[in-house]
Structure formats: structure tokens, C-alpha cells
């Protein structure tokens, strides 16, 4: 479409935005929900490696974001480090995605959808009812941010920059990825599973590398999550999340870099609008479902595309058209 | 020992709204191939239907029966004018009924408040009876006694009548059954319809005992998924004793196990997955 030059100009300009970006919004709350939309944004682009690339819905992310948020808060509450505790986070997340994985992977299609679901559910029912581990529906509050390298990350500013550099490293992984023979594979296997399995890929191991993969940056998400709130609550681990992720990927498009994290941008900043006026969020998040599905099924970044072209192309229909009838429509 | 038997009778009687649950959920899920994510709304929708329908007047089956033929219409309307429009799509279905169950329950939220509502039993079930100097409750058994007669009568259609026949057809070779003259996708709906309303019915059965509360939705579907799973996708036997087999296994878990009861509930469900992917009666892998 565009010239690598002009692709890469434009990654500079937005790189330069993100990293000036609290320099010219200036208000805290703005820069949380900058922080907000970046972390979701990781999450959503480590979904969308199982349901973009790999072909897989997931619904039992928000287990896998959880898991990495819970581990980590539990640990800290109990006193740790904060290194042992984020490197504890991410092991379990790892060792809860291989198990996920394996089991969720016995089927694919809607099959696969419904184990991930139920498994989410379990680990839900883990953080919400196993109230001696997990406190319950009280949750676990954080004893405060961790200070890398000496800086304090307590402040809006230095979280937001904490962030975006997971966020950029994040993108980096997912660009390398993209391009690589294991990111062809994982299409490969989306497209024509049984042609990969005739040339001699292992088409379980692949897909089960993706899991991972998938869930390596989910719990890194979790973490950044639990580090922003301060705090985890069953509420999160709910299917509400894994859905809410879910629509981030397909709103934005799936398959695409971009689209996960337009997707988050919006549901982010439209959650945030819609709760500060009317108290039914879970509504007009139905009401979008239901909307993108019926009108703009490929989401919204190659939709708004498509919708872009038909009104272009029927503008110059229209331009045209009494040019045509100047000249007696002997065009052709 | 009492406390056993209590918790036998109270496992049975689960077992039996599981059954009325998930016979539709397998149905639509299982034959027509629908992830419906909306299953567990129709039960919740259809229990507030039900409350609403009680508060009118109505006597408690006749409620249970427009609550369901309430529901056959919205689940119907949803079919034909939505979903139909998707076939084949999962992912595109996935969105469709999760964006609903949303939709259904937030408005339950805004209609019936957040406050738990919990209907009287009907006054002829009111009360127990003695079997062998043992007292059951009647409400119970009678749940017991309708899912029964639900799964013969399903059974019955789908195996033994013309109905039955065309439906699985339809669901074995679409093209084939079309041009036989079978309408498939009036079928369908029909099951869709079915399916709905056998989730409403069940909400209203379970409501006495259960009470409706929001996020009984997202109670329910997780139970009709394990169900489903465990007895195999489309088997009707399978969801039967799937039902039971979770219908004891929340009851007693609950007894013995508190902390861990939910946890419990999926470990049949997980077994049965990395030995047995078509599930306990299935015959293909889901």
C-alpha cells in the first residue's frame, strides 16, 4: 500500500508522540489512560497471536493475564522481591499456559473456544472462591510500584514510561514474529493445517509454541495490569475480560500489528467515556459486538478501509458522472 | 446419613435443571454446530420472564410455559435475522451471542435490580413425601420427574419420528437434505427455538430453588459447557448422565471440598478431555 519509507516515517512520528505524550497532555488522569491503553494494547496483540495468526479463539485469556497479576501480588503481599515476584509471575504464567495449551489443543474451531472458556472459568472460580489462597472477592492489594534501577515508578509519568517501553518491546516481538519462519509456520497452520502436516510440520507443536508465546505476553500484560492498579480482584479473571480483549483484537482487525492496539485504544478510551456518563457499560459493549459483527465483520482498521474506498470510489462516480453526460457517455 | 441423602436428593434435582439446561445447549451447540454463548441468558431472561409472569397472576406452570414460548420467540428472531446471516462463521457467531448475553443481562440488571428474587414453590409441590420412612422433597422430584420426561421425549423425536429424521439429515449432510426437499434451515430454527425455550423453562423450574440473580447467566453457561463436553457434543444420553454426574459432583464438593467445590466441578470435565476428546457418548471429537 504505502512505501517502506513512508511506513517507516510514520512509526517515527508515533514513536515521538508516545514519547513526548506527557509532556503535551499533561494531566495525570490522561496519562493513566494513555498507561491504560498501552498495557491492553500488550495484552491484545499476545491474543492476537492465537487468534489472528494461529486461527484459535481464546477465551480464557483473562486466566492467563490474571495468573501473572495474582502470582505476583500474592508474593509481594507475602513480602518478596519484586524481582523474584515478577519472574515467579511470568514461570507460572508459562506453566498455566503450557497446561491451558495442551488441553485446550486436543480440538480447534469452536471446540478449542469452549475449552478455553471453561478453563478460564475455573481459574475464575480459583481466584473467587478459593478465598484462603486468594482472598476472594476482597482481592489482593499491592504493598506499592517496584523502582528498576533506582526509579521510583510511583508517579503517572514514570509508570506511563515503564510501559511504553514493554509496550515498544512488546510490538518489536510481534514484528520479529510476523516476519519469521516460526510466524509463517504459525499461519501455515491456520491456513492449511493438513498441507503443513503432509510437508512434515508438527502441526501441534507449532500451535502449542504460539500458546505460549501467546500467554508469555499475556502474563507480561498481567503484570503491568497489577502494577498499574495496584490491586487484583476475581473481577478481573471474569469473562468479561477475555471478551473484552477479544473485541479489542476483532475491532481493530485481527492479523494486523495496528489493529490490536487501535482496538484497545478505543474500547479503552470508550470505557472510560461511557462509564463517566451512563452506568451501562456492559450494554454498549454488547451493542458494539453485535454492531461490528453485522457491519464492519473484518474490523474496524481494514473496515473502515473498505468503507473509505466505497464512499472514495462512489464520490468519483458521482464527480464523474456529469463529465460523462458532457461528453454523451461515449466513454469506453 | 441424613446429611448424605440430603445432599443425594438435593444432586439429583441439579442434575435435572443441568439436564433442561444442556439438552438445549447440546442441540444447538452439538448438532447445529452454534457456540451460543447466550445459553445461560436464556436461563436467567427466561427466570425473570417467569418472576414477571407470577407477579401477573399467573399460576406457576402457566408462567414456566410463557416464559418458554416468550423465549422460543427472541431466541427464533435472534436465529433468522442474525445468526442465519453467519453460517459457518464461528468467530463471527462467538461475538454475536456474547455481544447479546451482554445486552440480555444488563437490561435484566436495569429491569429486575441487582436484588436476588426468589419465587415461591408452587403450592401443590409444597411439602415431602414419605418413601420408605424417608422424606423427599416434592419440588424436587418433580424437577427430577419433568427433565425425565424431557430427555425421553427428545430422545423419542430425534430418534423415532420423520421430525427427528429430517433434523438429522440436515445436521449429517446440509446439500444432500436439501435436495431431498428437507427444509434446513427452517429446521434449525426450530431447533434454535427449541433450545431457547427449554433454557427459559428451566430457569423458571430452577427459580424457587435457585433463585435469579444477576450473574446467574455466567453461572449457568459454565455448567451447560462441562455438561456438554463431558457427556459428549450432540449426544442427549451424554448430557443426561453428564448432567447427574455434575448435579452430585457440585453438591457433595460443596459439602466436603468448600474452597475448592468449583474446581472440582471441572475436573471431570478435564479427565475426559486428554482421554476421551468426542466426551463419555460421544462419537466425534468436538
Given at each position: ?62 486466566g492467563?493475564?490474571a495468573m501473572?497479576g495474582y502470582t505476583?501480588g500474592l508474593l509481594?503481599a507475602a ?44 481459574l475464575w472460580g480459583v481466584a473467587y472462591r478459593w478465598a484462603s489462597l486468594t482472598n476472594g472477592d476482597n482481592g489482593v492489594n ?89 490491586f487484583i480482584s476475581p473481577q478481573v479473571v ?95 | ?258 474452597d475448592l467445590?468449583y474446581v ?23
Open positions: 500500500m504505502s512505501s517502506p519509507g513512508l511506513r517507516r516515517a510514520a512509526v517515527a512520528v508515533v514513536l515521538v508522540l508516545l514519547l513526548t505524550l506527557p509532556a503535551w497532555v499533561g494531566n495525570p488522569y490522561y496519562i493513566n489512560i494513555a498507561s491504560q491503553i498501552l498495557h491492553w494494547a500488550v495484552f491484545a496483540l499476545a491474543l492476537n497471536v492465537l487468534v489472528g495468526y494461529a486461527g484459535l479463539v481464546s477465551l480464557g485469556h483473562a492467563l493475564f501473572a505476583a509481594l513480602g518478596s522481591g519484586h524481582f523474584t515476584a515478577d519472574v515467579a509471575a511470568v514461570g507460572v504464567t508459562l506453566a498455566t499456559s503450557a497446561v491451558f495449551a495442551v488441553l485446550a489443543l486436543r480440538s480447534t474451531g469452536i471446540g478449542f473456544l469452549m475449552i478455553t472458556l471453561a478453563i478460564g472459568q475455573i499491592l504493598p506499592g510500584r517496584p523502582a528498576p534501577f533506582g526509579i521510583s515508578l510511583a508517579g503517572a509519568d514514570a509508570f506511563y514510561y515503564a510501559t511504553l517501553v514493554v509496550f515498544v518491546l512488546a510490538v518489536a516481538s510481534m514484528a520479529v514474529f510476523v516476519r519469521s519462519p516460526f510466524g509463517a509456520s504459525v499461519r501455515g497452520t491456520r491456513d492449511q493445517a493438513a498441507r503443513m502436516n503432509a510437508l512434515g510440520y508438527n502441526v501441534w507443536l507449532i500451535r502449542f509454541l504460539a500458546f505460549l508465546f501467546s500467554g508469555f505476553w499475556s502474563g507480561i500484560a498481567g503484570l503491568l495490569f497489577v502494577y498499574y492498579n495496584q471474569a469473562l468479561q475480560t477475555s471478551a473484552e480483549v477479544l473485541l479489542m483484537v476483532i475491532s481493530g482487525g485481527t492479523a494486523t500489528l495496528l489493529g490490536p492496539i487501535v482496538g484497545a485504544a478505543i474500547v479503552v478510551i470508550m470505557k472510560n467515556v461511557v462509564s463517566a456518563y451512563i452506568e451501562r457499560w456492559n450494554l454498549v459493549l454488547g451493542v458494539i459486538f453485535v454492531a461490528i459483527i453485522v457491519f464492519m465483520p473484518e474490523g474496524l482498521v481494514p473496515g473502515s478501509v473498505r468503507l473509505w474506498r466505497l464512499g472514495w470510489r462512489a464520490m468519483r462516480a458521482r464527480l464523474a458522472a456529469p463529465a460523462r453526460e458532457m461528453l454523451g457517455d461515449r466513454g469506453r | 446419613m441424613s446429611l448424605w441423602l440430603t445432599l443425594a436428593v438435593n444432586s439429583v434435582a441439579l442434575g435435572g435443571l443441568l439436564f433442561l439446561l444442556s439438552a438445549g445447549f447440546s442441540l444447538i451447540f452439538g448438532l447445529m454446530r452454534i457456540p451460543n454463548l447466550m445459553h445461560g441468558s436464556f436461563f436467567m431472561l427466561g427466570a425473570y420472564l417467569g418472576v414477571a409472569f407470577l407477579a401477573k397472576g399467573l399460576n406457576f406452570w402457566a408462567a414456566a410455559l410463557a416464559s418458554a414460548a416468550a423465549m422460543a420467540v427472541i431466541g427464533g428472531v435472534i436465529e433468522r435475522f442474525l445468526l442465519r446471516r453467519l453460517a459457518g462463521q464461528e468467530l463471527a457467531q462467538v461475538l454475536l451471542t456474547l455481544g447479546f448475553s451482554f445486552v440480555i443481562a444488563d437490561i435484566c440488571l436495569m429491569v429486575w435490580t441487582g436484588d436476588p428474587i426468589q419465587p415461591p414453590t408452587p403450592p401443590e409441590l409444597r411439602g415431602a413425601v414419605a418413601v420408605l420412612s424417608i422424606f423427599f422433597p416434592l419440588y424436587r422430584l418433580a424437577i427430577v420427574a419433568i427433565a425425565v420426561a424431557v430427555a425421553i421425549g427428545l430422545w423419542l423425536m430425534i430418534d423415532w419420528t420423520r421430525l427427528g429424521a429430517m433434523i438429522r439429515a440436515g445436521v449429517d449432510d446440509t446439500p444432500i437434505a436439501r435436495v431431498v426437499g428437507i427444509k434446513v434451515s427452517r429446521l434449525f430454527t426450530l431447533i434454535f427455538c427449541l433450545g431457547a425455550a427449554l433454557a427459559a423453562f428451566a430457569g423458571v423450574m430452577g427459580a424457587p430453588y435457585l433463585s435469579v440473580y444477576p450473574g446467574l447467566d455466567a453461572d449457568m453457561l459454565p455448567l451447560a459447557l462441562i455438561v456438554v463436553i463431558l457427556g459428549g457434543t450432540g449426544s442427549l444420553l451424554g448430557a443426561l448422565v453428564g448432567s447427574f454426574l455434575i448435579g452430585f459432583l457440585y453438591n457433595f464438593g460443596q459439602a466436603i471440598f468448600p467445590a472440582i466441578l471441572f475436573l471431570p470435565m478435564l479427565l475426559v478431555l486428554v482421554l476421551r476428546p468426542q466426551g463419555l457418548f460421544g462419537r466425534v471429537a468436538s
